[in-house]
């Protein structure tokens, strides 16, 4: 009896009984609600394939997607201190930062890398919204700098794709300080000559948007990101009027001339290309 049901019983479950599925087998869109193979929407890159509905994506997914054959290289970014105002609210700033960190695998909200994009080399840098929302502190500051001195030094484009709920408050004067240092960054690579392109991401507010987001040579966006500095009911209750459908949304923007364009997230890599090969055309050989 004891191999009856010590052997032969667990093997005859196995054998017939259900097998558990896993849990990452299939995503449900937020907006239409239908259910998709996890392995198709990230072949589609987080793009629904049933209403289009852009996801949001992580920094690393990104750089992936935006460089040619997914390879890039990664910089070290400058340290700044940990929490210099040694802020707590219900926890301690630097316990939150320790648990993003542990989280997510990265120092802050920010990664850059380079590499090349349509053939053309580029310097790609990277707001990650699972960090605290995408909040910018001097370690988000410090990254801008960073990513556009490399640009300068290769003499290649910028591109920063933003996503960001804006200044992070546990920094207090300290993050409303790189609004005027995000700007010097884009005046650096300006004034070497390059360009400075800004793809808005899901969502891109507050002071980001008030700084460097909205300062590039070509304002790109990808369809129904949210994109504005203060929320749509404290403007509401400012003005006291009922705001426009789709306010803040990416095609009212470039509707309303503050966009130059809003791109699929799957034409996104492409469309660079061909704007980096307009930007900057190839130098021709010196005649003999």
């Not at 995000?182 to 650096?188: P, V």
């Not at 987001?213 to 949210?226: K, R």
């Amino acid at each position: 009896m004891s191999w009856l049901t010590e052997y032969v019983r667990p093997k005859i479950r196995t054998l017939l009984g259900r097998r558990e599925v896993p849990e990452n087998l299939w995503v449900q869109c937020p907006a239409c609600q239908q259910m998709m193979f996890h392995t198709e929407l990230e072949k589609n890159q987080k793009v629904c394939t049933h209403c289009g509905h852009h996801m949001r994506a992580g920094a690393d997914e990104r750089l992936r997607w935006t460089f040619d054959g997914g390879n890039f290289t990664r910089i070290e970014l400058p340290k700044v201190p940990l929490d210099p105002l040694r802020f707590r609210d219900s926890q301690r700033y630097s316990d939150r930062l320790r648990t993003a960190r542990e989280k997510l695998h990265r120092d802050d909200a920010i990664v850059v890398a380079h590499g090349s994009i349509g053939g053309a080399r580029a310097v790609v840098g990277v707001m990650e919204f699972e960090f605290m929302g995408g909040s910018m502190g001097a370690a988000v500051g410090e990254g801008l700098l960073a990513a556009a001195k490399l640009a300068v030094l290769q003499q290649a484009p910028l591109i920063v794709f933003t996503a960001s709920g804006g200044a992070r408050m546990q920094e207090g004067a300290i993050s409303l300080m790189q609004m005027p240092r995000t700007i010097i960054a884009t005046r650096l690579v300006k004034e070497a000559g390059l360009p400075f392109i800004v793809v808005l991401t899901d969502p891109t507010t507050g002071g980001v948007t008030a700084s460097f987001a909205m300062l590039g040579d070509v304002q790109i966006a990808e369809p129904g990101a949210l994109i504005g500095f203060a929320g749509a009911r404290v403007i509401e209750q400012t003005v006291r009027e009922k705001l426009p459908e789709g306010f803040q949304r990416a095609e009212y923007l470039v509707e309303h001339g503050m966009l130059d364009m809003v791109v699929k997230r799957t034409e996104l890599a492409a469309t660079l290309g061909r704007l980096l090969g307009l930007l900057r055309p190839a130098e021709l050989p010196e005649a003999a």
